[in-house]
């Protein structure tokens, strides 16, 4: 292995006694650049492109109490060409991240905790919690765009050295959500935010030459929580969720959430550069929806997948943890405690109405599928299993809608993987053709690798293992850039 360590973030030490500090959630402050790793197996020779999973990594904690949602943004990326493999991670230095290595402490109270508590102003929805651009990340225009759970600015990182560019300039006032889309066969980058004032929700679409092309509003009847989009090909779809912040708590400063159980889950549709009076929304029943799947068009209906919880507000789990609170923070980052279940929606664009129902009665969450497919109908789509009571994926599933069946593949005792996007095959046919690729913390090992699964013999396990030159976070979510095309965009 050809690893070197480019630097050692000064930290506050990680609180041992924190789940979400300690284990397979311990922080990074190593930054490598590393090749020529250590490799069970053989890398493919097929496979151009990069991987790149965002990371909630704390270097000073949160005032209070710290929810895992409140750590510092981490890239770890590995790129893939000719059979070779280069990993780098780095804390993306954004402006609180700045501001909290001045001061050697944390100055933002978390999302689990009383925003008076925090020293200086915030961002997003909430008002006062920390930017940490920690989420989520898509490669767009050639570039990393990494974002914050409740709306940021968005941080612009190189795929391939993880060189560091700021805040992306077209973001509006009210930042972006956490989950913006990259529609590969346009290059556009579709997204949305919500704030606490009127009209609440916002959409616009950023062309493939990174300018901001077309922005609305989408008025809902008050302050919202949604975490997610879709699209297809002409349309793109947002969610009006019955689970927001309380009104009375929000008028008092706190941001206590509440589940509406009788009031309907509703959906808004708009074409892509559309007006707000062509919005058609739809009705369907009560849930919370973190994450969604694909969508696409099928004659009058719009079909829509996603990860519909039977338990939006579970309660609280037992944790032998001196703050109380501990065991509520637990349960909603928790799968097996709010129930997700892979979901489909059709929403007739002619009659207005919605037919609904789960397609998987197992607990499942972090759908990816082929990128090269999105927005038209797909027929595989991959989900992660989760390690009951922790935030922690397990295993993946192999869904095939044509045939119902499925598959699934542990990733082993004592290890836990990322969001695993496909990567397809060079001069792929098939839609399944391709690998998921996901980063693995190894417990047992005590050490983290790389794995690809050949898609086409799912059960087999990982065609090669790459060894990572220190053990990394568990973490979340995660993007495939494609090799060619990501090159192409930067050349140009």
């Known amino acids: 292995m050809s690893a070197i360590k480019i630097n050692t973030i000064p930290h506050t030490p990680p609180d041992p006694r924190h789940p979400y500090m300690s284990g397979a959630w311990t922080p990074n402050f190593d930054e490598y650049d590393a090749d020529k790793m250590e490799v069970i197996g053989e890398i493919p020779s097929d496979i151009d492109g990069v991987y790149v999973r965002n990371t909630e990594n704390p270097v000073h904690g949160s005032i209070g109490l710290y929810h895992p949602f409140d750590g510092d943004g981490m890239i ?13 991670n780095r804390l993306v230095r954004t402006k609180a991240f700045a501001a909290e290595a001045e001061a050697g402490k944390a100055l933002w109270a978390g999302i ?43 941080y612009r990182l190189d795929p391939y050295t993880l060189e560091q560019f700021g805040t992306e300039s077209w973001v509006p006032l009210d930042g972006i959500s ?17 704030s606490t004032h009127a009209p609440y929700m916002h959409y616009g679409v950023v062309g493939p030459d990174n300018k901001l092309k077309h922005y609305i509003p989408i008025p809902l009847p008050g302050p919202r929580l949604p975490h997610d989009m879709a699209y297809t090909r002409k349309y793109s779809i947002f969610a009006d969720l019955p689970l927001f912040w309380d009104p009375e708590a929000l008028a008092k400063g706190r941001h206590a959430t509440r589940f509406h159980r009788d009031m309907p889950t509703r959906f808004a549709i708009v074409p892509r550069y559309g007006s707000p009076d062509q919005i058609k929304w739809f009705e369907a029943d009560p849930t919370y929806v973190l994450h969604w799947m694909n969508a696409w068009e099928e004659g009058d209906e ?83 299993t989760t390690e009951p009571g922790w935030f922690l994926f397990n295993g993946a599933v192999k869904h095939d809608h044509e045939t119902g069946q499925s598959q699934s593949l542990s990733f082993g005792e004592g290890r836990y993987g990322s969001e695993s996007p496909f990567a397809p095959r060079i001069g792929a046919v098939e839609e399944d053709d391709g690998y998921l690729v996901s980063f693995i913390t190894d417990m047992v090992e005590d050490r983290s690798e790389c794995v690809l699964i050949d898609c086409q013999n799912f059960e087999a396990g990982p065609v090669c293992r790459i060894i990572l030159p220190h053990r990394i976070s568990s973490g979340t979510h995660a993007a495939w850039a494609d090799g060619p095309r990501l090159r192409a965009a930067q050349a140009g």
């Not at 770890?76 to 780098?88: E, L, T």
């Not at 956490?178 to 980058?189: N, Q, R």
């Open 178 to 194: 956490a989950h913006p889309k990259v529609d590969e066969a346009t290059g556009e980058l579709l997204f949305f935010n919500y």
């Open 112 to 154: 689990a905790e009383n925003p008076r508590l925090s020293t200086r102003p915030g961002w997003g929805a909430h008002g006062s919690v920390k930017d940490s651009s920690s989420t989520d990340v898509v490669v767009h225009a050639g570039k990393i765009l990494s974002t914050f759970y409740q709306c940021g600015e968005g």
């Open 302 to 384: 719009v079909v829509l997948d996603g990860y519909f919880q039977e338990q939006p507000v579970p309660g609280a789990l037992e944790v032998n943890h001196p703050d109380p609170r501990m065991g509520h923070l637990m349960a909603f980052v928790d799968e097996n405690s709010f129930k997700p279940k892979l979901h489909r929606w059709r929403f007739n664009m002619k009659t207005g109405t919605c037919t609904e129902g789960h397609l998987d009665d197992r607990i499942l969450e972090f759908g990816t599928f082929n990128q090269e497919r999105a927005g038209t109908k797909t027929r595989y789509a991959y989900s992660t």
């Open 76 to 88: 770890h990326a590995i790129s893939f060409r000719d059979g070779q493999a280069a990993y780098h």
